[in-house]
């Protein structure tokens, strides 16, 4: 197979055999086949490649609005990806002077009502083996150098041609992984 054709990012022809049960536990909708696949066949090293592959390319989700939120959290077999940003500006939220039984309600409660926050959008990008979690919780440890002691850092990503300051959180019992796009910072890109 060509590299082209391993989004997995296994990279070895020896592995074609693995990549093709891979690929028939997605194409089935098994997600369960999927992650005791990854969990019991495929080594950790291959793990590790497999993320260090596929997480790069979070970091370079196209944001327009900051802050923002990608979420990593174990559900089953599946490790899900939801992106969680704010509603663009001019959004009104619902006020209960839009809804027919606005007579009804108090106007106090109509006015705290009607200064609500729209609320944020939450969006799922995706999902992966839960198996993962543990090699990509290891890959960010390594690539943005902290302790095993720490469960978060902050730190200035370039991707891109794009520099922001995340916040990245393991959550606690392996359960997932946070990442909070805080804002964007000033790049040569830029000019």
């Known amino acids: 197979m060509s590299d082209v054709e391993r989004p997995w990012g296994l990279g070895d022809d020896g592995l074609d055999a693995l990549w093709t ?11 369960e086949r999927l992650n005791q696949i990854v969990a019991t066949q495929v080594s950790d090293t291959e793990r590790a490649r497999i993320v260090e592959t596929i997480v790069p390319l979070i970091f370079a989700l196209p944001l327009r609005d900051y802050p923002a939120e990608l979420r990593a959290t ?43 926050r729209p609320k944020d959008i939450e969006d799922i990008v995706g999902y992966l083996p839960a198996a993962l979690t543990p090699a990509f919780a290891d890959y960010l440890k390594r690539v943005l150098r902290w302790n095993d ?21 393991l ?10 796009f805080l804002e964007r910072v000033h790049s040569p890109h830029d000019e």
């Open 149 to 169: 002691d720490k469960h978060f850092c902050v730190v200035t990503i370039s991707s891109g041609g794009r520099r922001r300051r995340v916040r990245v959180t």
């Open 171 to 180: 959550l606690a019992r392996g359960r997932g992984i946070k990442i909070r």
């Open 74 to 116: 174990c559900s089953g077999p599946r490790l899900m990806l939801t992106l969680k940003h704010p509603a663009p500006p001019g959004t009104r939220p619902e006020c209960a002077e839009d809804s027919p039984e606005s007579d009804a309600v108090p106007e106090k409660e109509k006015t705290s009502k009607r200064k609500a």
């Open 21 to 31: 049960r891979l690929t028939q536990a997605l194409n089935g909708g098994d997600p």
